[in-house]
C-alpha cells in the first residue's frame, strides 16, 4: 500500500504564497503520476495539478500561472508552489499518487486564503 502525507498548509494573505509538499511512502515500485486536488468550502473535490513519470504537466484553469507542480522522484516527493493566492483558493489540499498497483490519497492540508 502507498501512503502519501501532505504537509505546509496554512493561513496567508491574499496575494501571498505556500508550498505544499507530499511524501509518498511504501509499496513504491514505480509512480505513474502525481497530483494535487482540493476540496474548498461547499464544493466537490477538483483537480488543481498532475504531474506524469515522464515530466509533463497539467493544470486547472484557474490556477494556471499562479501554481507550479514539481517532484522529487528520488525521494517520491511532489510539490505544489502556490503564488498570488486569492481567497477563491481555500480549501483542502489533497495529494493523490497513482502506481500500477494503487491509487492512493493523503488525508489533506489546509490553506486558507484572507482577504
Known amino acids: 500500500q502507498v501512503q502519501p502525507v501532505e504537509s505546509g498548509g496554512g493561513t496567508v494573505q491574499a496575494g501571498g504564497t505556500l508550498r505544499l509538499s507530499c511524501v509518498a511512502s511504501?509499496?513504491?515500485?514505480?509512480?505513474?503520476?502525481m497530483a494535487w486536488y482540493r476540496q474548498g468550502p461547499g464544493k466537490q473535490r477538483e483537480l488543481v495539478a498532475r504531474?506524469?513519470?515522464?515530466?509533463?504537466?497539467y493544470y486547472a484553469d484557474s490556477v494556471k500561472g499562479r501554481f507550479t507542480i514539481s517532484r522529487d522522484s528520488a525521494k517520491n516527493t511532489v510539490y505544489l508552489q502556490m503564488n498570488g493566492l486569492k481567497p477563491e483558493d481555500t480549501a483542502v489540499y489533497y495529494c493523490?499518487?497513482?502506481?500500477?498497483?494503487?491509487?492512493?490519497w493523503g488525508q489533506g492540508t489546509q490553506v486558507t486564503v484572507s482577504s
Open positions: 504531474i506524469f513519470r515522464g515530466g509533463r504537466t
Open positions: 493523490n499518487v497513482v502506481t500500477q498497483a494503487f491509487d492512493s
Open positions: 511504501g509499496r513504491i515500485f514505480s509512480i505513474n503520476a
